[in-house]
């Protein structure tokens, strides 16, 4: 997705594949992966001291603990299953052919193992048994975040201090204390709406990060703006805090309330939800008064968060000075 920069913006805070035959390397990831937190004291990861158990499951080609199927070749040689394909059937070791042959031997060896998170870097204590790691790493709390800036496909991922330095040094994202906010968006030309008009600006209250997005999309026939808010942390502390967006003009108003998404879900996966503030374009020619010849489209909003009454068992807002 291309960039498009509006025109003007005026933020004012109110508080402020195939592997070759002849040679086979080992693959490694092009994300880049940050944190800020600290190894965890009790546990010790088995890629510090690897013992000779955890060097036969791993994969000569990708490095990765092999999981079943795992294959060998004729002479005892394994890999993983997705090496195999990639690989065209040879052996990476002895050059021979693979065939269909499962190391049940190996197989029954992971079944006794246990093993810490892959996340045990950024905080997780967790031990898991060899085969239920895997599935608890795609849902783990200490899993890095992928950055949330929705200009272009950003691989950069990691700990939400490392994602805050990220957006404010390499993305020039603004940074804004306080919980309430007022924007006035201004573009020349309105009429050309495309996917890729948009902002986004961080704001920093209760001790949490969220984002707030603004932009133009085309959704299905009708080229509309839309607001939403993201809270940088899980969905369940999401939940802990509420937003409303307002925009108006010539006497009339709209306005949105809702929880923030968490950024585990991707921008677009919001967007296209549409989980927020949505304003079809005649009636924000219409808020912008004038000729209608252009946009000027002013958004307020708060971000609270929802206490628990003691007495009563009821949600009262917490709302920041």
């Not at 708060?302 to 949600?315: A, M």
Request: aromatic content about 10%.
């Amino acid at each position: 997705m291309e960039e498009m920069e509006m025109d003007s913006i005026e933020c004012v805070s109110s508080s402020m594949d195939g592997i070759e035959d002849e040679e086979i390397q080992s693959s490694v990831s092009s994300h880049q992966q940050y944190s800020s937190a600290k190894p965890h004291p009790n546990v010790i990861p088995s890629g510090i001291a690897p013992t000779s158990v955890h060097e036969l499951l791993e994969c000569p080609v990708c490095t990765n603990s092999m999981y079943p199927p795992i294959h060998q070749c004729h002479n005892g040689h394994t890999l993983c299953s997705t090496c195999k394909t990639r690989v065209h059937n040879r052996c990476p070791t002895c050059r021979q052919e693979l065939g269909d042959i499962r190391c049940l031997a190996l197989e029954k060896v992971a079944e006794s193992l246990e093993l810490p998170c892959k996340y045990y870097s950024l905080g997780c204590p967790e031990i898991f048994p060899y085969y239920s790691k895997l599935k608890h790493e795609t849902l783990c709390n200490f899993r890095p975040y992928n950055c949330p800036y929705a200009g272009s496909e950003c691989s950069v991922t990691g700990d939400i201090p490392y994602l805050v330095t990220h957006l404010r040094d390499d993305h020039k994202v603004d940074m804004h204390t306080g919980c309430t906010f007022n924007h006035r968006y201004v573009k020349s030309n309105p009429r050309e709406v495309e996917n890729a008009t948009w902002m986004l600006t961080v704001f920093h209250c209760f001790g949490q990060y969220f984002c707030l997005h603004f932009e133009a999309f085309q959704l299905g026939m009708a080229p509309v703006y839309m607001a939403f808010l993201r809270f940088m942390g899980d969905e369940s502390e999401a939940r802990s805090y509420s937003y409303s967006l307002e925009v108006g003009g010539n006497g009339r108003k709209l306005l949105w309330e809702g929880t923030p998404r968490s950024i585990r879900d991707s921008h677009r996966k919001v967007r296209d939800s549409h989980d927020g503030l949505i304003i079809q374009r005649n009636m924000a020619l219409f808020f912008s008064g004038g000729d209608r010849k252009e946009l000027k489209l002013r958004v307020t909003g708060r971000i609270w968060k929802e206490q628990q009454n003691p007495d009563g068992g009821v949600c009262i807002p917490n709302l920041c000075s």
